[in-house]
Antibody, heavy 120, light 107 residues
């Protein structure tokens, strides 16, 4: 059974940093495409970043240069380093597995999310 | 970036109704379009991938169609557990983007 468990969220002041973690079981992070999606309170889903199995990464324009996606093979864990946080980064952050089904790349397994609150 | 829009933003329907949600992309995304269902306080759940392929375990009353820039999600005979918010998402090219969502409420 696949499980993704996020952690690392919390209350942080504007300009601060956090490292979000996504511990995986039932799948191998290093051989998967993995992604982060966030959802501000009462708002819709916003895609944040992806890391391919090759290590190639992409980011949403709103976080590029401030967020960094990475992974630890030995811990089978995905990370999102979030720096220079802004009030508008307040959201629940979900990690998800990107399944490659032919040419399609939907997100089939999701974690429960971790809440990041940016406030002074 | 590819911008996704959805209509309507919300709708009220009764159990047994047929519901159709429309999603439009700002650029041609071929059939690289996925649909998710989200219930309050829960993570999204994949319903349909690549426009019309039902994810394993998803009831057959859900279906998807379209190509290019215009797509639809149809729920035939709405069930009580289908009241939720539905999002389309393009996976044509990063940055991947979601539509704003359609909330399906009980009439």
């Amino acid at each position: 059974e696949v499980q993704l468990v996020e952690s690392g969220g919390g209350l942080v002041q504007p300009g601060g940093s956090l490292r979000l973690s996504c511990a995986a079981s039932g799948l191998t992070v290093s051989s998967s495409y993995m992604t982060w999606v966030r959802q501000a309170p009462g708002k819709g889903l916003e895609w944040v970043s992806v890391i391919y199995s090759s290590g190639v990464t992409y980011y949403a324009g709103s976080v590029k240069g401030r967020f960094t996606i990475s992974r630890d093979f030995s811990k089978n864990t995905l990370y999102l380093q979030v720096n220079s946080l802004r009030v508008e980064d307040t959201a629940v952050y979900y990690c998800a597995r990107v399944v490659t089904l032919g040419y399609a790349t939907p997100f089939d397994y999701w974690g429960q999310g971790t809440l990041v609150t940016v406030s002074s | 970036d590819i911008r996704m829009t959805q209509s309507p933003s919300s709708l009220s329907a009764s159990v047994g109704d047929r519901v159709t949600i429309t999603c439009r992309a700002s650029h041609d995304i071929m059939t690289y379009l996925n649909w998710y269902q989200q219930k309050p306080g829960k993570a999204p759940n994949l319903l349909i991938f690549a426009t019309s392929n039902l994810q394993s375990g998803v009831p057959s009353r859900f279906s998807g169609s379209g190509s290019g820039t215009d797509f639809t999600l149809t729920i035939t005979s709405l069930q009580p557990e289908d009241f939720a918010t539905y999002y389309c998402q393009q996976s044509y090219s990063p940055p991947w983007t979601f539509g704003p969502g359609t909330k399906v409420e009980i009439k």
